[in-house]
């Protein structure tokens, strides 16, 4: 039989629901299978291969016109019919002690029931169609009153729990590849950072999981990207994509979730990156903080995650506390403007208005290149805002724009550091995305993308986003020089050591 992906487009999920079992949703030729099998004790987080869907002659075939919410009746009367007395049948949960029989949905061309994004409009209960937005809102409105009071009253959660995995078949689905190819025959990386976003809402929803309830009552959004980073430069755009991750840190209302990446090619799955967000949760207007479950970490890996969880706070405490801002330069930082001031100066004039550029250099003003995006329906998330991955992506797209002018050849990306959420972006806005190169050192750039959004009527300007990203060249690029203050306390890059200025 051969393999062929649901036209959805997005990874598919591989989702562990208990200690020793996974939840699989795989394609096929004509239907789309969801199958729970055992894992053995001990075994690494891997997921051995579907290879019979016809082994419990109860498969269930269903037209392509069935709709999500069927297809949702459906699995529930498929997985019924096999065992009443089933745990998993009854609450999506199941004991591997007990349980030895499998579970097969077959719906044709149905896979994308069980897409990432899709999952998560059912967690929610958010509606699929762009009329119905404000009664799905409405509807969420009755699940404040199931909130935790605090913490306590929430059961403690392990980190394989909330483990994740999803593919994505770039290798075997030459439709969906066409989403994600770019015109350099590489990997379009906003795509990536899209499916990562999805990823990381999806893992904390299994953080918070409640069995008892239909519909979950938090609304659990992006609240930063506190890092990736690139451990490969080329994404093939012909080899499946695996996408690992779990929860990794907790704090009363905020979770950490960390993300792997692999590609398969040349016979094994190679890592392409790690990423890091850091989700917030909210009631379900999305208007104040909510409670998350404890996390209880297991043995010394789990310690040393939880840890650096910690330190990752901390840290990222102390960067907001020391903002230029808040707080004045320090004495270092005084000599570091002063002798970027000098080194511009016009020794002829010996005049402030007077500059002069020094060779291979580009003034930071001369750096830049902007966009505009008009907010539609379409790229609303489960909580009908413009979707954070969708941002992501069109930031990053900008920003290796710039490099790429500035470069003069093609960039590859490094690393992605604090991606700020500072406020949602409400459909039907307009956009407006400035990046700019803020440092360069031998064949690195740095680039910081800033977001806003223009109300029109007021013509008031209000910050949503601001990302940074360090990309490489193939040969040395020209110097930045800024020429203002501003300019001098742009965000250093993380390859130097001694960075300029950058605490704002």
Same mark, same amino acid.
């Given at each position: ?8 487009? &997005? ?30 004790? &001990? ?25 999500? %919410? ?46 990432? !994004? ?21 509807? !969420?409105?009755?699940? +404040? ?16 729990? +909330? ?129 998350? @479950? ?20 901390? !840290? !990222?405490? /102390?960067?907001? #506390? ?42 930071? /003003? ?14 609303? @998330? ?33 690393? %992605? ?33 800033? *977001? ?10 209000? #910050? ?8 490489? *060249?193939?040969?040395? %690029? ?27």
């Amino acid at each position: 039989m051969t393999s062929q992906q649901c036209q959805s487009g &997005g990874p598919q999920i591989n989702r562990q629901i208990s200690n020793d079992t996974l939840l699989r949703c795989q394609c096929t030729s004509d239907f789309s299978a969801l199958r729970v099998h055992p894992r053995a004790a &001990g075994q690494s987080h891997s997921v051995a291969p579907c290879a019979s869907w016809n082994n419990s002659g109860a498969d269930i075939v269903y037209p392509t016109q069935t709709s999500l %919410v069927l297809c949702s009746l459906l699995l529930s009367f498929c997985l019924r019919s096999y065992d009443s007395h089933c745990t998993f049948c009854s609450e999506h949960r199941i004991s591997t002690h007990t349980h030895t029989h499998t579970h097969t949905l077959r719906a044709d061309q149905l896979c994308g029931c069980f897409s990432v !994004r899709n999952r998560l409009r059912e967690i929610v209960g958010a509606s699929t169609n762009w009329r119905d937005h404000q009664q799905a809102l409405a509807d !969420r409105l009755s699940l +404040s009153n199931q909130l935790a009071g605090s913490q306590d009253e929430l059961p403690v959660r392990r980190m394989k729990d +909330s483990y994740i995995e999803a593919h994505l078949p770039l290798g075997t689905d030459p439709t969906l590849r066409e989403k994600y190819l770019n015109y350099l025959k590489g990997v379009r990386f906003g795509r990536i950072l899209e499916d990562l976003d999805s990823l990381a809402v999806l893992i904390c929803y299994s953080h918070t999981h409640n069995k008892t309830l239909q519909r979950s009552p938090l609304s659990i959004v992006t609240a930063l990207v506190d890092k990736i980073d690139m451990r490969k430069q080329i994404i093939h755009p012909d080899c499946d994509i695996k996408f690992t991750g779990h929860v990794t840190w907790v704090g009363k209302t905020s979770i950490e979730a960390k993300m792997h990446m692999s590609q398969y090619h040349g016979g094994a799955y190679t890592p392409v990156l790690d990423a890091t967000f850091v989700m917030v949760a909210r009631d379900p207007e999305n208007k104040r903080a909510a409670f998350v @479950n404890p996390l209880k970490p297991e043995g010394i890996e789990e310690e040393k995650l939880f840890h650096q969880g910690e330190i990752n706070k901390t !840290r !990222r405490i /102390e960067l907001s #506390t020391a903002s230029l801002l808040k707080v004045a330069p320090t004495a270092e930082e005084r000599k570091i403007v002063h002798s970027l001031f000098l080194n511009t100066l016009d020794s002829k004039t010996v005049s402030f208005r007077s500059r002069v550029l020094p060779p291979n250099s580009v003034w930071m /003003e001369d750096a830049k290149v902007k966009g505009l995006e008009i907010c539609h329906p379409q790229e609303r @998330n489960i909580f009908n805002r413009i979707f954070g991955g969708f941002l992501m992506r069109k930031a990053y797209e900008l920003g290796w724009a710039n490099a790429c002018v500035y470069g003069g050849c093609r960039p590859n990306l490094v690393a %992605v550091d604090d991606i700020l959420f500072r406020k949602p972006v409400e459909i039907g806005s307009l956009l407006l995305l400035s990046s700019q190169v803020c440092y360069t050192e031998g064949k690195y750039i740095q680039v910081r993308v800033h *977001t806003e959004v223009l109300d029109p009527l007021t013509r008031q300007h209000n #910050t949503t986003n601001v990302f940074h990203f360090t990309f490489v *060249t193939d040969k040395d %690029v020209p110097n930045i020089v800024p020429q203002s203050y501003g300019g001098m306390t742009s965000k250093p890059s993380p390859f130097n050591s001694n960075p300029n200025i950058c605490r704002i």
